[in-house]
């Protein structure tokens, strides 16, 4: 666990921030002194969040914010500023997801994940980058995929192929801005319990099962997993760490052997 005060004086975007992972790094966050910004459809879910933070003496500005929606995008970026003064740290968290057969998926169907997810991804960073690049100040950005980016992922080929175009993007840019201080990495989570992936990915305690089988550790990660590794990342520790994959999954994408590693 990183020491209090990490993030002091940080001012961090979450995307997503109201539930699940991003709730959980929001709170990471808060603990370690950043001042968050929780950005979702929900204000609802947004509020709870940010008086869980306030209960334990943080501070989160709440933006309710579609980031398929470049024009709320630049709402949110605005609103920041204004009440901050800044920003340091932007996590595209938000994500949709649902399983569906390839050929049985509608155009809709696609454009809402391929937009929230890969869309939506670019429009906060370009926002949010351009804000640093035209104040001369770099920054840190972290997306949060899926091991599918790179192994696919049946059943779910809107999310697969928006989250490989999210790592490619990471990859880029870490790259094309790195000259600008900006930093640009990944965490691609596992199965993780206790978010809103449960509804849409296993909804029954059999399909959970089936799930926890595939995974060597024999478990499902947590969203507080998630949210220490999310707070390194951004921190100055990884400060030489840019365009990386941080894999937090119980060894489920390298598979099992064929003579060990059975459950
Ligand atoms: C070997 C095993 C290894 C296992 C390893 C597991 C690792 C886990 C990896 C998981 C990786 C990623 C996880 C996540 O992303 S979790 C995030 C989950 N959270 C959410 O999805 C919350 C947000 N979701 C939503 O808002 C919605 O679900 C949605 C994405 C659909 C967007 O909502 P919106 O209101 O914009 O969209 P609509 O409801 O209007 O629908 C748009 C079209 O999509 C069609 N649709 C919606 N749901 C389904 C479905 N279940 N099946 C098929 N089609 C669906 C809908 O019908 C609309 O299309 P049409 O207009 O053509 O009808
Ligand atoms: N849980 C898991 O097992 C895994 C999760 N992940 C990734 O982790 C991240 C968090 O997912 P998780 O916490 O599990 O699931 P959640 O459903 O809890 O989180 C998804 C968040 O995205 C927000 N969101 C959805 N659409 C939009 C939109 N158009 N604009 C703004 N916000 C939006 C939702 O809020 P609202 O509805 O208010 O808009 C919600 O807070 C996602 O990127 C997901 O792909 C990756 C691998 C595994």
Redesign the pocket.
Known sequence: MLPAGTLADRVAII??G?????KAMALEFARLGARVVL????QE?LEKAAAEIAGRGGEALVVP????DPGQVDNLVNRTLERFGKIDILVN?????FVCPAEELSVNGWNAVVN?VLN?TFYCTRAVARHWIGQGRGGNILN???TYAWTGGPGTVH?AAAKAGVLAMTRTLAVEWAPRGIRVNCIA????DG???APQLWPTEEARQAVIQAVPLGRMGTPEEIAHAAAYLVSDYAGFITGEVLTIDGGTWLGRGLFKGSR
Do not use: C, E
């Not at 950005?39 to 929900?42: G, I, L, Q, V, Y």
């Not at 968290?93 to 997801?97: E, I, L, P, V, Y």
């Open positions: 995307t997503g109201g539930t699940g992972l991003g950005a979702s459809r929900k879910n914010t579609d980031v398929r968290n938000a994500a949709g997801n929230i939506g949060i995929i899926a999310s989570p596992g199965p993780v978010t809103g992936a």
